[in-house]
């Protein structure tokens, strides 16, 4: 099936995820040097490096999750992919998009709900809403959804989950 306007949107989500992700893990690191030099050489503490580099790692943390749904590299069971038959592994693929999908609205909602709760809370250092910090699980649950969705319009609802190649090679043992 095809989904043009679904796949362009995926497409550009993929690209701000993947631009993010590179330059958080260079702030990240560029920080991580800076802390130590301004502690250990200049006797001055950058304080509030610690609290940016965990708000930071907390977002490529669920971005990454929902880019891991994307490439479709979460951890799954292959050799029970390559042992069922077409009509079993399709069956067992719309059970685990359903569970999964499941969950991760079931995150949205709950994050959603915390960053709501956390509105008006400071964090110590920076003094900015902690709803930064906590926001970064509906966005990633949310960003992931909507990747499973393209899988799941483009490639069926059965092999939402599964790479092709793993799919490729499980036909192959079947023949």
Same mark, same amino acid.
Not at 28 to 33: E, F, K, N, S, Y
Not at 141 to 170: F, K, M, N, Q, Y
């Given at each position: 099936? =095809?989904?043009?306007? /679904?796949?362009? %949107?995926?497409?550009?989500? !993929? *690209?701000?995820?993947?631009?993010? $992700?590179?330059?958080?893990?260079?702030?990240?690191?560029?920080?991580?040097?800076?802390?130590?030099?301004?502690?250990?050489?200049?006797?001055?503490?950058?304080?509030?490096?610690?609290?940016?580099?965990?708000?930071?790692?907390?977002?490529?943390?669920?971005?990454?999750?929902?880019?891991?749904?994307?490439?479709?590299?979460?951890? =799954?069971?292959?050799? /029970?992919?390559? %042992?069922?038959?077409?009509? !079993? *592994?399709?069956?067992?693929?719309? $059970?685990?998009?359903?569970?999964?999908?499941?969950?991760?609205?079931?995150?949205?909602?709950?994050?959603?709900?915390?960053?709501?709760?956390?509105?008006?809370?400071?964090?110590?250092?920076?003094?900015?809403?902690?709803?930064?910090?906590?926001?970064?699980?509906?966005?990633?649950?949310?960003?992931?959804?909507?990747?499973?969705? =393209?899988?799941?319009?483009?490639?069926?609802?059965?092999?939402?989950?599964?790479?092709?190649?793993?799919?490729?090679?499980?036909?192959?043992?079947?023949?």
């Amino acid at each position: 099936m =095809r989904a043009p306007g /679904l796949q362009r %949107l995926d497409d550009a989500v !993929a *690209r701000v995820e993947d631009v993010f $992700l590179w330059i958080s893990h260079g702030v990240i690191a560029t920080l991580i040097v800076a802390a130590v030099i301004f502690r250990y050489f200049l006797s001055s503490p950058l304080v509030w490096t610690e609290e940016f580099i965990v708000i930071t790692f907390s977002w490529m943390l669920f971005i990454g999750l929902a880019s891991g749904f994307r490439e479709r590299m979460h951890l =799954r069971i292959d050799a /029970l992919l390559i %042992l069922l038959p077409t009509g !079993a *592994r399709s069956t067992l693929g719309t $059970l685990a998009t359903a569970a999964t999908a499941i969950t991760l609205l079931g995150l949205v909602w709950f994050g959603m709900d915390q960053a709501i709760t956390l509105l008006e809370t400071q964090t110590p250092m920076m003094r900015i809403s902690a709803t930064w910090a906590v926001a970064s699980l509906p966005v990633g649950a949310a960003l992931s959804c909507l990747h499973i969705l =393209r899988h799941a319009v483009v490639d069926g609802i059965g092999e939402t989950l599964w790479p092709p190649d793993l799919v490729a090679s499980a036909v192959e043992v079947e023949e």
